[in-house]
């Protein structure tokens, strides 16, 4: 069993920076992949980016390919989000998952309860 808890969510303005933190408690976190989704208001979840359970990898969706780098601290048992140039389309609810790494988000077993990102215009 792993325990997500997500923070380091806000109201920013367009172009600034965030970074959102998913502290992991539990067993083994260091064997799972951790992804992270969003979802914003009347839209489907969306996967935003993954890393390896190593660390030696990450992807990202298309649309913030560039401005969000994700990191882990498997010691710490936490993974980060850095989102840059953060749009008024980044505005969701975002979660972190443990699970496989991929992005989809049915392979993955624990989720975080969210924290929320709201960009400005």
């Known amino acids: 069993q792993v325990h997500l808890v997500e923070s380091g969510g806000g109201l920013v303005q367009a172009g600034e920076s965030l970074t959102l933190s998913c502290v992991a408690s539990g067993r083994n976190f260091s064997n799972y992949g951790m992804g992270w989704f969003r979802q914003a208001p009347e839209k489907a979840r969306e996967f935003v980016g993954a890393i390896t359970s190593s660390g030696d990898s990450t992807y990202f969706a298309d649309s913030v390919k560039g401005r969000f780098a994700i990191s882990r601290d498997n010691a710490e048992n936490t993974v980060y989000l850095q989102m840059d140039s953060l749009k008024p389309d980044d505005t969701a609810v975002y979660y972190c998952?443990?699970?496989?790494?991929?992005?989809?988000?049915?392979?993955?077993?624990?989720w975080g309860q969210g924290t929320q990102v709201t960009v400005s215009s």
């Open positions: 998952a443990a699970g496989a790494g991929s992005r989809w988000w049915v392979e993955y077993d624990y």
